[in-house]
């Protein structure tokens, strides 16, 4: 069982940049692929970016393209999510994620509780 607390969100102006880190309970997060998901209100959850389990492969949705980094350090059980130009349509609850390499929620099994950011125009 892995436990995820995601960290970090808050209100930032549009062209804005802000990081978020989502923190593991246990050691064996470092065997999974991590991901960032966003949900919006009155919208599906959004696939954001993914990292493999060694940090060497990522995965970004065409939203984060070009303006969001995902990393993580296994050794602090711990990922990231470096976000810049921020738009007022990234405005989302953003959860962070781990499980199995893909693109969709059901790919992962552990779930965080998520982070507020709010982009102002």
């Known amino acids: 069982q892995v436990q995820l607390v995601e960290s970090g969100g808050r209100w930032v102006q549009a062209g804005g940049a802000l990081s978020l880190s989502c923190s593991a309970s246990?050691?064996?997060?470092?065997?999974?692929?991590m991901a960032w998901f966003r949900q919006a209100p009155g919208k599906e959850r959004e696939f954001v970016a993914a990292?493999?389990?060694?940090?060497?492969?990522?995965y970004y949705g065409d939203s984060a393209k070009g303006r969001f980094t995902i990393s993580r350090d296994n050794h602090e059980n711990a990922g990231y999510l470096q976000m810049s130009h921020l738009k007022p349509e990234d405005t989302a609850v953003y959860y962070c994620?781990?499980?199995?390499?893909?693109?969709?929620?059901?790919?992962?099994?552990?779930w965080g509780q998520g982070t507020q950011v709010t982009v102002s125009s």
């Open positions: 990292i493999s389990w060694t940090g060497v492969d990522t």
């Open positions: 246990t050691r064996t997060f470092s065997t999974y692929t």
């Open positions: 994620a781990a499980g199995d390499v893909g693109i969709t929620s059901r790919h992962y099994q552990y």
